[in-house]
């Protein structure tokens, strides 16, 4: 069963706006990722918070992480109209297998020049 | 950073014929590739599990005689899909990772590969 589910499905603002992106899931885990998919595209990992991490930043990404509610926002600030993509969070679950990533269903994110 | 090829980008075939995907890590061994099937708009399902010289571990649901994997070196793992039908037609990705000891978030993903049976 899918693991993470992104709110919301799709997310439009304008350049230089901030973007939030939110993640929830179902088991423990041992770390979650954010990944970046342009259309058609592969996915690019972005961040990886451990879940002994409260928040992590990367340039203009701020993850946090907040494992009693077991979610995960990501921050995108000053937006540009290339962050256009789809964002997907993916879940490392902790007692099962250490290689296997389960991934949520995404967020469309369009940023209008 | 790690770089995972993936070949073809695209390919279009009949129903009925098989197609092989090719996954590449160009410069790492990876001892074990990870198969995902990528519907329009949706999220990447995990379909099997592949690592160097031994058999996929298939995801429940996933048909391991129609989505034949095959991990002979550590550098290429294919996935032959065959007997192919419209209703295979997806996104196909793989990633890599590169030591056993390693853990799940060390995984390198290809570009994908677009498969439309007609």
């Known amino acids: 069963s899918q693991q993470g589910e992104e709110d919301p499905q799709a997310l439009s603002i304008q350049e230089g706006e901030n973007a939030t992106m939110n993640c929830s899931y179902k088991t423990s885990i041992n770390n979650l990722q954010w990944y970046r998919q342009n259309s058609g595209r592969g996915l690019v990992h972005l961040i990886l918070?451990?879940?002994?991490?409260r928040e992590k930043h990367s340039g203009r990404l701020r993850v946090t992480l907040d494992t009693s509610k077991k979610s995960s926002s990501l921050l995108i600030t000053a937006s540009r109209a290339a962050d256009t993509a789809s964002y997907f969070c993916a879940t490392d679950a902790s007692g099962g297998s250490n290689y296997k990533l389960t991934f949520g269903k995404g967020t469309l994110l369009t940023v209008n020049p | 950073g790690a770089v995972v090829s993936q070949h073809p980008s695209r390919v279009i075939c009949k129903s009925g014929t098989s197609v092989k995907i090719e996954c590449r890590s160009l410069d790492f061994q990876a001892t074990t590739m990870f198969w995902y099937r990528q519907f329009p708009k949706k999220s990447l399902m995990l379909m099997a599990t592949s690592n160097e010289g031994s058999k996929a571990t298939y995801e429940q649901g996933v048909e391991k005689d129609k989505f034949l994997i095959n991990h002979a070196s550590l550098t290429l793992s294919t996935l032959t899909v065959t007997s192919a039908h419209p209703e295979d037609s997806s996104f196909y990705i793989c990633s890599a990772s590169e030591l056993p000891g390693k853990r799940a978030y060390e995984q390198y993903f290809g570009p994908g590969t677009r498969l439309t049976v007609t």
């Open positions: 918070i451990r879940s002994n991490e």
